[in-house]
Structure formats: C-alpha cells, structure tokens
C-alpha cells in the first residue's frame, strides 16, 4: 500500500517547481531535458552534472542528498530521476560516507532502504526503525508491506492447490506484522493492514485444516465450510 500516493505530484514536476534545483544548473538541465523526452541530452548533461558533484565538499554532498530525497518521499515516479548513474555514482557514495560517519542518524539508512537498488534494503529499513521509532512511519509501513509481499507470493497460487510457503515461517511473518502494526499512527493504514493481516491469517489456518484432513480441492473445500475469499467465487456447486 502507498500512502497518499493519488495526492502525490511526479518528481519531475516537483524538481522543476523547486528554487532549489537553480543551485545545480547541470542537474536542472538534465531534469529539463528529461521532461521533454530528450534522453541522449540529459544524460549528457547528468554526466557534468556528476563529474562536478564528485568534486564537491562532504557537506555539498550531504545537503544535495538531504534535498533529492527528501523530495523522492513526496513524489511519485522517482525513477525518471533515479537512474543508474546518479544512483552509482552520487547517491549512494554519499549515503555510504554518511552512514560511516554518523550511524544513529536513521535518515540515510531510511533513504537507502526506501530508494536505492541492493540487496539489504530490508536490513537498512529495520535499521531506520530501530534508530528513529515511530516517528519512522514510512519506513514502518515498507517494511509491512514487504513481508505482506511474502505472503501474497505463499499464497498467490492457493486455489490451485499451490501453497508455496512454509507454514512456520509464515506464521513467524504474521505474528511480526501484528507486532509492527501496533506502531501506525495512520487510521487508514492500521484499517489497511489489520485487513491484510487477517486474510492471510485465516488462510492460513483453514490450509492447516484442509491438509489434516487429507482433502482434495481447497478450493471446494473453502466452499463446503463456508470459506468465503474473493477467488472462492469462481467455485460453482455442480
């Protein structure tokens, strides 16, 4: 689920808009040319734009870091602006030196987890989590919505008979979602994921049954128990 994201503009958009992009005029060119579709230019103009960057003071650095992202978690289609040699070559140096730096600050720990392309984003999220608490809710809901994607992908195959999970450890996933929903102060998203959370519970617990009682067809078996999901609907008695 992404919060508020009908009421968000494109990052593109909100580049332009912003006074601040005149202060990298390379950048604002590549963002410019972006907008108009004009792809080999803006590369070419992203390409000075990071042979500048890299020569720049930490503190230059840290500041054009702190604005981009901050502008990513109020937009919407952020990878028309996160392409591969900003992210390489200038993101995520940055967020690497202020990590080493500074390691109780959650933010770049936050922006890593939320934004950039590796292999730990779950690892740099809880760490975000762990640092800023509460007041971390984006990072909150991510986390929630990545191990609900766990569970979609156990049960996305269920009404053919295809559990592709482990009972255990989903059960582990449940029980850390119901954990982590205690910290949303959103009403909506508590709604949300409640709901979310319980669906999968429920499924859950009427597989158990179904497959300690030897049966055949969970679909039809959802139908005799009055096991009502939005794909049971396809089950018609002969």
Same mark, same amino acid.
């Given at each position: 689920?992404?919060?508020?994201?009908?009421?968000?503009?494109?990052?593109? @958009?909100?580049?332009?808009?912003?006074? @601040?992009?005149?202060?990298?005029?390379?950048?604002?060119?590549?963002?410019?040319?972006?907008?108009?579709?004009?792809?080999?230019?803006?590369?070419?103009?992203?390409?000075?734009?990071?042979?500048?960057?890299?020569?720049?003071?930490?503190?230059?650095?840290?500041?054009?870091?702190?604005?981009?992202?901050?502008?990513?978690?109020?937009?919407?289609?952020?990878?028309?602006?996160?392409?591969?040699?900003?992210?390489?070559?200038?993101?995520?140096?940055?967020?690497?030196?202020?990590?080493?730096?500074?390691?109780?600050?959650?933010?770049?720990?936050?922006? &890593?987890?939320?934004?950039?392309?590796?292999?730990?984003?779950?690892?740099?999220?809880?760490?975000?989590?762990?640092?800023?608490?509460?007041?971390?809710?984006?990072?909150?809901?991510?986390?929630?919505?990545?191990?609900?994607?766990?569970?979609?992908?156990?049960?996305?195959?269920?009404?053919?008979?295809? &559990?592709?999970?482990?009972?255990?450890?989903?059960?582990?996933?449940?029980?850390?979602?119901?954990?982590?929903?205690?910290?949303? @102060?959103?009403?909506?998203?508590?709604?949300?994921?409640?709901?979310?959370?319980?669906?999968?519970?429920?499924?859950?617990?009427?597989?158990?049954?179904?497959?300690?009682?030897?049966?055949?067809?969970?679909?039809?078996?959802?139908?005799?128990?009055?096991?009502?999901?939005?794909? @049971?609907?396809? &089950?018609? &008695?002969?």
């Amino acid at each position: 689920m992404k919060e508020g994201v009908a009421d968000l503009i494109d990052i593109l @958009t909100n580049l332009i808009q912003d006074k @601040t992009l005149d202060i990298y005029p390379h950048f604002k060119e590549f963002c410019l040319f972006k907008e108009k579709g004009l792809r080999k230019d803006a590369f070419r103009s992203l390409n000075l734009f990071i042979n500048e960057a890299e020569a720049w003071q930490p503190k230059q650095k840290k500041e054009f870091a702190h604005w981009l992202f901050k502008l990513f978690e109020e937009s919407v289609d952020i990878h028309d602006v996160l392409v591969h040699p900003l992210e390489e070559n200038i993101l995520k140096p940055i967020l690497d030196e202020w990590l080493y730096e500074n390691p109780k600050d959650p933010q770049p720990y936050r922006w &890593y987890g939320l934004f950039l392309k590796t292999e730990n984003h779950l690892k740099y999220l809880e760490t975000a989590l762990r640092i800023g608490g509460k007041s971390e809710q984006k990072v909150l809901m991510a986390i929630i919505n990545y191990y609900l994607n766990f569970l979609n992908f156990s049960f996305h195959h269920i009404s053919e008979d295809a &559990y592709l999970g482990d009972i255990s450890e989903d059960q582990d996933i449940v029980l850390k979602i119901e954990n982590l929903s205690k910290e949303i @102060t959103n009403v909506d998203s508590r709604k949300y994921v409640a709901e979310s959370v319980n669906y999968y519970k429920n499924l859950l617990s009427d597989w158990i049954a179904f497959k300690n009682e030897g049966k055949k067809g969970f679909l039809k078996w959802c139908a005799d128990n009055g096991k009502e999901y939005g794909w @049971t609907n396809s &089950y018609y &008695y002969e």
